[in-house]
């Protein structure tokens, strides 16, 4: 199973979906870059939460909150004092580990046996706002993006005249400066939330919960996530975050293990509470019909937009030994598909000339790239024979794959090729949009 | 001029498009949330931006890359010793300064004539990465995208068989510790920045510059940004930055006079030749046709979502005094209509019972609501007078608003008013969606 994990890294590599950043520099641990296909799956990815959880809901609203905010946020959310991990040093090389990581009381590095007791070492990024660098002024990088949508809770109810329940979305870039790193993009020092705080009147909290669970698994299913690669893993009461009256995650078979994808937690009133308490300002929410004010509960879906991708690549990725093709050259070796689901593919369409060393063909071959790039996510290849740009194209998953062969000068039309199928239609070119806006 | 600055600003405030971060600690200088219709008005620029210049163009493609990198990037690309602005600090009060900001040379904080010689104070945010604080492994938070698009330049070039000439596009979070802040959002110490890196032949840069100066002109005016508002500043030979061989801001006439919306550089080779020397990697290009290797140079187009978002507002602003309806109500005071265009408006239809007191009536509307939602960008309102609702939709720029009255229940038609001619036209709701799709 690891060796799949590296195929899949590989891959990501070969293909510029993913690789280290910095990479020139030597990279740095634990952070990566996003390469042309891997952007584009990560956006697909983010649009369609995007479409499902702001635009299609009657109740969910969008906010875009900053990075870095008032210090006192942090004491307020309790990060400040429990974001932490154990950290241990070991006596002889000074190499550091999470102690509870450290199965084997042996250093991975140097063999050392003495450690140090554990230190808490708080996970947030600190830096410094303002030109004066002292330890006055310190802040932070922010390690969710759940914060904001309770510090601004009572302005954007007020301002869109929102009554429970009621939704606040926000998807962006959070931090955490983790101690043990690892498994490609699963633990990055810097990654994606897309998250919900779901605010309902305490009493319909474990209902929402309910709800919200529900929704968040059918993402999965609607990214193409096969079933039995998902599972529920609920949190046993003792072991809950301090803000929580129930979590559960949504875990994905990765080839490491079963691993959390997405979770949902009853926060309760937790948080409102707090930062009413730590601002002086009152954050309890006025019910009209009931005639008296109170805090309501908060249900909270989120999940990391890199693992949705992660999970995404590792489902799709589907190899194929001796090939589909039978040609010589495939049945020598195997043959990779990435069966991404259509919603999500980073390249819809390829078209390709039959052949590049006819002015004709290539010439028509770039007309129809450009009739169809301003409506499909589109790639433009010319390079080796056509069954290998077929495998290319397939490698990196491309739903359609449109040729332009000598047929194409005389008839006007193409061959239209499924990749999960490998079956091919001629389609006339006027007729292309729409066929394929059908078929996507 | 100020005047319409204080407006844009509380209007921003009221109806949830942008205001202060960690508003309710008592903010933090420069920095901003986007509520429900900032962010959406957000995200429909850069959406636009990526179909734009990523999907439609035939040679740029997108990356996504991380906001910490290796700290050497900033010393190959000039920011640790160059991105600073000289500061003064007064030394009666201590408060800190930009020295070229101070055109008074009289503290603006107490009065005080005197102050410390400048010092130049580094804008970018510092951090730590990895379980030790010291001086040994401070990190960087970018204060632009461009370093992830020349240090991956080999990859996505080799990975995704690139040829001169073609681009890497970016967009995402930037940081800035600015010295000074201040008109509103124009500068912040967070924003998203899309910019493209237009790699090319030497000797084909200054054809590219004009060709590129031209395609993010034309933007802003896709925008629906008035042309008479925007103008072209170059910048003298003599204040050129250290990389630059020619640049030229996009100006906005903002109410606090033209400044920068946007820009384009020429960066020649500087950028990949100091990459190549300090991390030792050669980032020539192989010239396959003239069989050489050679550093390509580099047109630079860029700007910031925020400031074009600024741009958007104050453009679309309009004041009609005595009303356009001529109720009582509005004769006596001033109407707002943001004239949005139609490729950005938050919010495309507003649904709206004609009174809230019928069920029937509420029903239907909240149908047609659900019904329109997948296709969208739509907002359910129905508190208030009809007319006072139409000028809370025309105050937010909402296109169209489709109004549900007793008519609908017998005939199954709608209204549809259109928010800058204010003309009505019933429509069967069968017809509605295929309807408004042509008209969006």
Redesign the interface.
């Known amino acids: 199973m690891q060796d799949l994990m590296q195929k899949i890294v590989s891959l990501c ?4 979906f993913i ?1 280290p ?9 634990a ?6 296909l ?3 799956l ?2 697909n990815i983010r649009d369609l939460w ?1 479409k499902k959880f702001v ?2 809901k ?1 109740d969910v ?10 210090p ?2 942090w004491e307020a959310s309790g990060h400040l004092e429990s974001f932490t991990d154990p ?1 241990i040093e070991c006596k002889k090389c000074h190499s ?1 580990f999470r102690a509870n990581h450290l199965v084997k009381k042996i250093c991975p590095q140097c063999g050392g046996k003495e450690f140090t007791p554990p230190k808490q ?1 708080n996970l947030m ?9 002292d330890e006055a002024s310190p802040s932070y ?1 922010r390690p969710e993006t759940a914060q ?1 949508m309770f ?2 809770f ?3 109810q007020e ?3 929102l009554k429970l329940p009621f939704g606040i979305a926000q998807t ?2 959070c ?1 955490r ?1 983790e ?1 043990t790193t690892g498994n490609f993009t699963f633990r990055s ?2 990654f994606d939330i897309a998250e919900i705080e779901y605010f309902v009147k305490p009493g319909n909290d474990e209902k929402w919960f309910d709800f919200w669970l529900k929704e968040w698994e059918k993402f999965f299913l609607d990214l193409g996530i096969k079933k039995e690669n998902l599972r529920l893993y609920e949190h046993p009461k003792k072991s809950l975050a301090h803000y929580s009256k129930r979590t559960v995650d949504i875990e994905y078979k990765f080839p490491f293990g079963w691993s959390e994808l997405a979770g949902v937690a009853n926060r309760t009133d937790y948080d409102l509470k707090r ?1 009413s308490q ?2 002086g ?1 009152d ?1 309890k929410y006025s019910d009209e019909e009931k005639k008296k004010k109170y805090y309501p509960y908060v249900i909270e879906p989120t999940m990391g937009l890199e693992r949705a991708v992660l999970a995404v690549l590792i489902d799709a990725y589907t190899e194929i030994k001796g090939g589909r093709t039978k040609t010589t050259e495939a049945v020598k070796k195997v043959e990779t598909v990435l069966k991404f689901d259509k919603k999500i593919a980073p390249i819809q369409i390829a078209v390709l000339p039959l052949v590049k060393n006819k002015p004709e063909l290539v010439k028509k071959a770039k007309e129809v ?2 009739l169809l ?2 409506h499909f ?1 589109c790639q ?2 010319e ?1 080796g024979s056509i069954g290998r740009r077929y495998r290319r194209q397939d490698e990196i998953g491309t739903l359609f794959a449109v040729t332009i062969d000598f047929d194409t000068l005389e008839k006007n039309d193409v061959t239209v090729r499924d990749r999960d199928t490998m079956k091919q239609k001629r389609i006339k070119i006027t007729d292309l949009i729409a066929c394929l806006e059908k078929q996507l």
Request: net charge positive; no cysteine.
């Open positions: 590599k070969r293909r510029g690789f950043s910095s990479e020139i520099y030597g990279g740095v641990e952070l990566w870059d996003y390469g042309p891997g952007s584009l990560k956006n995007l635009q299609e009657e609203v969008l906010i875009d909150g900053t990075v870095i905010m008032h006192k946020i950290l550091r070492f990024f600190k830096t410094f706002l303002g030109p004066v660098e990088l904001s510090t601004d009572r302005t954007v301002t869109m005249r962006g870039r931090f400066n101690v020092r810097e930062h730590f601002s300002e954050l790239f450009k790039k301003p996510l433009y290849d390079v």
